[in-house]
Nanobody, 124 residues
Framework: QVQLVESGGGLVQPGGSLTLSCVDTGGTLGSYTMRWFRQAPGNQREFIATINWSGGIKKYADSVKGRFTISKDNAKNTVYLQMNSLKVEDTAVYYC?????????????????WGQGTQVTVSS
């Protein structure tokens, strides 16, 4: 049973960095495609990044490409989102999600498992 728990959110100044973590307490993360989404107030949830089960395929939304890096440690059942050069518009609740579909699937619909979310606020 996949159970996702995010952490690492907080308040950071523009230009700063944060690293989010998502742990699968069920211990099966290694066999799943993992994704990060975010949702700002009044907006729909949007895709941010994805990584396949082995970590060999990574894809990013254009809005974060070059600033955010997704990675995973299957031994620790954890996926990470390193966020650099943060902007005010990156403020949102960040969610990790897991399922077994290809990394080409970036729509939130049908994701098998979701974490509870972690708040990231970028403000001076």
């Amino acid at each position: 049973q996949v159970q996702l728990v995010e952490s690492g959110g907080g308040l950071v100044q523009p230009g700063g960095s944060l690293t989010l973590s998502c742990v699968d307490t069920g211990g099966t993360l290694g066999s799943y495609t993992m994704r990060w989404f975010r949702q700002a107030p009044g907006n729909q949830r949007e895709f941010i990044a994805t990584i396949n089960w082995s970590g060999g395929i990574k894809k990013y939304a254009d809005s974060v490409k070059g600033r955010f890096t997704i990675s995973k440690d299957n031994a620790k059942n954890t996926v990470y989102l390193q966020m650099n050069s943060l902007k005010v518009e990156d403020t949102a609740v960040y969610y990790c999600a897991a399922d077994k579909r290809a990394t080409s699937v970036v729509d939130e619909a049908g994701m098998a498992y979701w974490g509870q979310g972690t708040q990231v606020t970028v403000s001076s």
